[in-house]
């Protein structure tokens, strides 16, 4: 039941910019935090960004504050990563993320490579 689908991802030289896309269904929209993951090769998968369905607070990794925004659409029920100023080492599968009834969902990802 729960679904979460993204997209926008692509390749992009450095310094540009996406925008991702996570639309969900399957569950109250509002009362859920949604994140956006991201795993690069060779690396661990790590929390990009944050949000709240309750009450907007954001979350942003160290690495990306400043640069990445975090949205959402609870019309639309669907939450945006826009990234901007990419760098080569925000290549990576990015994922979003749902904790419901005890479970994390997960999206089939979207790749985003940034080039040098």
């Known amino acids: 039941e729960v679904q979460l689908v993204e997209s926008g991802g692509g390749l992009v030289q450095a310094g540009g910019s996406l925008r991702l896309s996570c639309a969900t269904s399957g569950f109250t929209f509002e009362d859920f935090t949604i994140g956006w993951f991201r795993q690069a090769p060779g690396k661990g998968r790590e929390a990009a960004s944050c949000i709240s369905g309750v009450d907007g607070r954001t979350y942003y990794a160290d690495s990306v504050s400043g640069r990445f925004t975090i949205s959402n659409d609870h019309a639309k029920k669907t939450v945006y990563l826009q990234m901007n100023n990419l760098k080569p080492e925000d290549t990576a599968v990015y994922s979003c993320?749902?904790?419901?009834?005890?479970?994390?969902?997960w999206g089939q990802g979207t790749q985003v490579t940034v080039s040098s």
């Open positions: 993320n749902v904790l419901y009834n005890g479970n994390n969902y």
